[in-house]
DNA sequence: TTCTCCAAAGATAATGATTCTCTTTTAGAA
DNA sequence: TTCTAAAAGAGAATCATTATCTTTGGAGAA
């Protein structure tokens, strides 16, 4: 993604623009995999050896405050995060770790549908979203 | 859960019937709102004032290696555990931090048979369930 | 019922993940 | 260009989980 771009989303947040935010951004899309703030921290230490482990935290919190990038769930007790903010569902691999983003509006629909006729009693739905687990075949 | 059906149901896994696994297990049970370990040693402490965190750790990982418990995915950095380890939902409450289990066989059905049509690109799927999040209401 | 053995637990140190706090730097408004 | 407060740096502190060593006790054999 194009740094003006993203320089865009956070002026568009009323964020200052900064380096680090930048970088941080930059780094769950480019890893595109739901990073753990260590694997941030990897991936950005060659081009930004400075920017310190405190400061990852409180920029991923910043931009997830600002609905800039979103909380994946896992089970591992730590973490993970995501740069696609659209709805959709995840793939979680059972052996990689590997969590993707899978869209299916056709899918979405129907679950919609399905919940405008049926409610759950005491508890007002706000979002659902798919935790498809299984084996990714043929990637890393 | 009475206790001798917890005996049998760690007899049948192979393990060792011991105070500790039954305290705990028992705990996430009763508990009944997908604990983590403090949540549950919080829980046990007043009878069993000696059982450590380290324990605690130990044990859990045991009932779940063993499919007597599960773990949930949350986003929230740390682990939590899950008692009824038939096929099932969960609602998440952004208010509380409180996870219900959710059944719905026909909604079952109806994910399976859009899968059975739609297979997803490199990836077997194992297992489906829905991360329903919204609000608990007249619930603490 | 007793004995034995090793799996499990206790205790606590160690590690990893995240938050906090104080000082310095810097983005951007004026 | 200057100024200010938001943001970052540094690292300590806290929290969550794992590891390690010693002790205990569950359960099976005798």
């Keep these: 993604m194009p740094v003006n771009q993203i320089r865009q989303k956070l002026k568009q947040k009323g964020l200052r623009v900064t380096p680090q935010r930048i970088a941080i951004y930059e780094a769950v899309v480019k ?5 753990t703030a260590e ?19 409180k920029v991923l919190d910043s931009l997830v405050e600002n609905n800039l990038l979103k909380k994946v769930k896992t089970e591992k007790g730590l973490m993970r995060y995501d740069a696609d903010i659209s709805h959709h569902h995840h793939l979680y691999c059972t052996e990689t770790d590997r969590i993707e983003d899978y ?20 508890f007002r739905i706000q979002d659902i979203k798919l935790q498809i687990t299984g084996k990714l075949i043929n990637k890393t």
């Design 103 to 122: 869209k299916d509006e056709h899918l979405d629909k129907l679950i919609s549908k399905y919940f405008e006729k049926k409610s759950i009693k005491d």
């Design 39 to 57: 694997n941030i921290i990897d991936h950005i230490k060659t081009n930004h050896p400075n920017i310190s482990t405190g400061t990852v935290y």
């Design 31 to 35: 890893i595109n995999n739901h990073p």
